[in-house]
């Protein structure tokens, strides 16, 4: 392999967590430049792309005046992870691909981008638009995403939400602010909508296929934003999943595809898109929750990838193994938090974003 050390080693170090890969730069030189290297990058995000965590945004929970969080990983337990460096005090609001995206509580209107393994941060420029003076109802976007493509080094920001003249009332008017970290700035479009989205569904939009998604509130359909064209398009569930007493529909990212978990009293049913295209959805797996009923009422899915999905509760993180059908509590808490985890709980999986 050239310079490089052979390719045991480097599958061994693309298996650190990245705060100790960064450690081993100084063992010589060969290793400091690997972090660099677009080979041993992309090898290294491919390995953790198999690694799925969640993110607990504690500060949200426990009213902290320093934003903190705890990443529950499925390989190396529990740690905690200060956003410290961003010298503010803010709100996780999207997570895709290893980064963050965070509003300041004090200063509203100001956004973040970080990656919080590597504690490195990018202040947004404000919108022109000025729009925290015109969303509806609260004067924060209704939709906040995150699209992070590792592959082609850039990231998009959205903010989307209900526009209210002052003075008037809502119109239906639908403005789109998209952030491009390749021109560092700002794009807006305008459309008319009626959508609603609960709290769970603006906190999962999941990046696949170029667009971000969200389910809808009413859970009829996912509403997608291609970042390629900026429009928004509908797409359909699977004709077997239903919603309503006793079933909830949850959306997540299954190793970059759509994935539907609906989960009834007795029952986890778990669909994945197999043709985005065609909108070809499979279901993949049920599971009987027969084993964690008294839980179930409050449960929520949070990440996932083949082999592995991540459920929070009000003070536990469970994972369950498909493979074994085995579940498993990996954190929980005694005390009395004031939101419950999955109220601010995040996939998330660590990446090195490739330097220029």
């Known amino acids: ?17 990245v705060k100790s890969l960064f450690k081993t730069k100084s063992v010589c030189k060969l290793w400091y430049k690997l972090v660099s290297d677009k080979y041993f990058v992309k090898l290294y995000n491919e390995v953790s792309s198999k690694n799925p965590m969640v993110l607990i945004d504690t500060s949200v929970s426990e009213s902290k005046s320093k934003s903190s969080l705890i990443c529950v990983d499925n390989l190396r337990g529990v740690s905690e992870v200060s956003l410290d460096f961003l010298k503010d005090r803010v709100k996780v609001r999207a997570s895709c ?29 404000r919108s022109r638009e000025r729009p925290v003076t015109r969303f509806y109802p609260d004067g924060e976007a209704t939709l906040v995403g ?13 903010l ?23 021109s560092n700035k700002w794009r807006k ?21 170029g667009a971000l998604h969200w389910l809808t509130g009413s859970c009829s359909y996912i509403l997608a934003l291609d970042l390629d064209y900026d429009v928004w398009r509908k797409i359909s569930l699977p004709d077997e999943v239903s ?12 190793s970059g595809c759509l994935s539907l978990i609906q989960i009834s009293d007795a029952w986890m049913k778990i669909w994945v898109m197999e043709d985005y295209e065609k909108e070809v959805w499979h279901m993949v797996d049920g599971v009987s929750l027969r084993c964690i009923r008294g839980l179930v009422p ?10 592995c999905i991540f459920l929070a509760t009000h003070k536990q993180v469970l994972v369950y193994h ?25 996939a998330f999986r660590s990446t090195i974003f490739p330097s220029d």
């Open 1 to 17: 392999m050239g310079i490089f050390p052979d390719e045991v080693i480097l599958q061994i170090l693309a298996r650190l967590p």
């Open 97 to 125: 691909n290893g980064l963050l995206c965070c509003s300041s509580i004090p200063d509203k209107g100001v956004y973040y981008v970080c990656n919080p393994m590597t504690r490195v941060s990018k202040l947004l420029p």
């Open 146 to 158: 995150l699209a992070c493509d590792i592959s082609k080094n850039k990231f998009n920001v959205v």
């Open 160 to 182: 989307a939400g209900y526009h209210r003249t002052f003075g008037h009332r809502p119109d239906g008017t639908f403005i789109c602010l998209i952030f491009d970290s390749d």
């Open 189 to 209: 479009f305008v459309s008319h909508r009626d959508d609603h989205f609960t709290h769970m569904n603006k906190n999962q939009v999941v990046f696949v296929n």
């Open 243 to 254: 919603y309503g007493t006793g079933n909830r529909v949850y959306l997540l990212d299954s």
């Open 298 to 307: 409050g449960i929520f899915p949070i990440a996932q990838t083949g082999e």
């Open 322 to 346: 498909q493979r074994g059908r085995v579940w498993k509590e990996m954190y929980s808490v005694k005390n009395n938090a004031t939101l419950p985890f999955w109220f601010s709980a995040h």
